[in-house]
């Protein structure tokens, strides 16, 4: 009786197993149009958002700034093998040392950032870890999280009220992303930056820096005050880099850096 | 998958009646508890305690309903679990998930089939055993001598 039981027990698992991994081979995400609609929504998402920042703050269509920024994007995607024309770069005009990203691949950089950092690999690295999150779909992940699914295409089919498209602004610019996404765009950060020949070193020191830094100036310190445990982040991404690359090349000449800086804060 | 079997004795009305009961209960719980798969189980559970003292005919019959109840909660609450972690913990659609939503569905319409045909066989005073569970079930449950 027993030995029937197993028996038995074993064939309807197996029958079970056998339907699950069959139905498994059928495309439920083209049939049922997941992929279609997420994008849909994220590229509607991304045109809102982009269009609420751009109200308050100016875009910078400075050539010098924008031939600067997209170098480094363009030089990072392609060392990477990431499309280049997915990354959609926009420099804003902002005091705040900040840089986020937006649904479907915007990256806002703020003129705040361009003037705080010491050098171009600093800026380049704090662009690698946006990068990051946009690759490794951080941003819908935090939206979908933070404000629910539902919200979310109500918000990009314009249904939704100005009040959550407030809260869901300010929610991109911020607010960090878990210790686990952060730690994850980090590492991911310092691949990109090896894989593109830019030392690392200087993205571990920046963190380390504004980290230290309790001058006033530095309270209004965006991205810094949205990534917490800057000290801890700039020690694993040293210990990360570690011995993992030793030659290292600048994507912008001394005279390109300048004349991007100038073009920011000018 | 569903034999029909001569029982050791013939069923009186009441024990067909009560028998016949505890597949309506895990039937109702399937309607009633379908967000949350675990109320399934706790209305099979009591019924199941409250007719364990019965005939034997009853109680092997709302043995046999509770044991399938425990796979159906199982598969239940892992689709459950798999959806509320997609949603909230960044985990991705994919289309062993979606596969595996289906497997669980055509599993319930299957018991549900399978539990309505056993209510109304049982009502019949027809001992019904299912695949694997009747024969688990003939393991546990013993009459009394």
Known sequence: ?266 | MIRTEQFIYTPREHEEEAASNSYVMSMVAIIAGLPLPIFNLIATLIFYLGNRKSTFFVRWHCTQALLSQFTLVILNSTAFWWTISIIFWEKSWDNYFFAYLLTVIIVNIAEFIATIYTAVQTRKGIHVAWWFYGTLTNLVCKPRI
């Open chain 1, 1 to 266: 009786m027993k030995k029937q039981v197993i028996i038995e027990g074993i064939l309807l698992a197996l029958l079970f197993l056998v339907t699950w991994i069959g139905l498994a081979q059928v495309d439920w995400l083209r049939i049922l149009k997941v992929e279609t609609v997420t994008s849909k929504t994220e590229k509607k998402l991304g045109d809102i958002f982009l269009e609420t920042f751009k109200k308050s703050d100016q875009e910078i269509n400075n050539l010098q700034v924008t031939r600067g920024i997209d170098s480094i994007v363009q030089h990072i995607c392609h060392a990477n093998g990431i499309d280049f024309n997915r990354i959609k770069t926009h420099v804003l005009l902002n005091d705040q040392v900040n840089a986020f990203a937006l649904p479907d691949g915007h990256l806002v950089i703020y003129t705040g950032l361009i003037s705080k950092v010491a050098n171009q690999e600093e800026l380049t690295g704090v662009i690698c870890h946006e990068i990051a999150h946009i690759e490794l779909h951080h941003v819908m992940k935090k939206l979908i999280k933070e404000i629910g699914l539902s919200v979310l295409i109500s918000l990009g089919s314009g249904n939704a009220s100005g009040e959550i498209l407030r809260e869901s602004t300010k929610l991109l610019s911020s607010s960090a992303y878990d210790r686990k996404l952060e730690k994850e765009a980090d590492i991911k950060a310092v691949d990109y930056l090896i894989q593109a020949q830019i030392n690392p070193d200087h993205f571990a020191n920046f963190l380390d820096r504004l980290s230290e830094n309790d001058d006033r100036m530095y309270a209004y310190l965006g991205w810094i005050n949205t990534h917490p445990d800057a000290k801890e982040r700039a020690k694993y991404i040293t210990s990360y880099s570690h011995s993992k690359g030793n030659r290292y090349l600048k994507i912008l000449s001394d005279t390109g850096w300048q004349a991007l800086r100038d073009g920011a804060l000018r």
